[in-house]
């Protein structure tokens, strides 16, 4: 049973920086895609930054230049440097992966105070 889970969110003050991961246990393949989304209070679910097993990586405007995705392969772990934060960067946090099937970590926490 493939499982996701996450680890690194908090509180932090605007301008702070977070170090979020995700490691992936039960997977005994590369996943296609691994990929941070976030869902704040009131609003949909939205990809934060995304990263391709070929290597390629896509961010939310948002995000870009704040924010970094990396990954590896061999652990099947991705994580995500975000730097400036923001209060607008408040929200849940969550790692996605997806190869024939998508799979969703249980979410964490990441607040941002003015």
């Known amino acids: 049973q493939v499982q996701l889970v996450e680890s690194g969110g908090g509180l932090v003050q605007s301008g702070g920086s977070l170090r979020l991961s995700c490691a992936a246990s039960?997977?005994?393949?590369?996943?296609?895609?691994m990929a941070w989304y976030r869902q704040a209070p009131g609003k949909q679910r939205e990809l934060v930054a995304k990263s391709s097993s070929n290597g390629d990586t896509d961010y939310a405007e948002s995000v870009k230049g704040r924010f970094t995705i990396a990954r590896e392969n061999v652990n099947n772990t991705v994580t995500l440097q975000m730097n400036s934060l923001q209060p607008e960067d408040t929200a849940v946090y969550y790692c996605f992966a997806r190869r024939r099937n998508s799979y969703w970590g249980q979410g964490t926490q990441v607040t941002v105070s003015s």
């Open positions: 039960g997977m005994s393949f590369t996943p296609t895609i």
